[in-house]
């Protein structure tokens, strides 16, 4: 199963790749752009730098994002179960021990056949 996860992923990030090809490699992808950001104006850049500039910081940003909410559930996690052994100490303390059947104490499980 875990073959086929791989080779579902490999063939649909395949299939992305070329379109994204095919779709950047047409014409008006390779149209020179430039854009003013506040008062300045930057060179021209065909326009597909500009598409693939705004994806790769979207990526940046979500990475991101990712980064810190897995830092934070991680510290989550250490201080929750950091409680929960504290808890199970504290309840070890003030829990009596079980009593436990001493063997000449256990019943006889060993059955015999009837009619003898």
Request: charged share 15%; proline share 8%; glycine share 4%.
């Amino acid at each position: 199963m875990k073959v086929l996860k791989i080779l579902f992923f490999f063939a649909i990030s395949f299939v992305i790749a070329w379109i994204l090809i095919f779709t950047f490699t047409q014409e008006p992808f390779r149209a020179l752009a430039s854009v003013q950001l506040f008062v300045r104006r930057s060179p021209e850049y065909p326009l597909y730098y500009f598409v693939l500039g705004a994806f790769l910081i979207g990526l940046v940003l979500g990475l991101l994002l990712l980064m810190y909410n897995w830092i934070i559930l991680r510290t989550q996690l250490f201080k929750s179960s950091k409680r929960i052994r504290e808890l199970e100490e504290q309840l070890a303390i003030l829990r009596p021990p079980a009593a436990t059947p001493s063997p000449l104490s256990a019943p006889d499980n060993t059955m015999e056949p009837e009619g003898r």
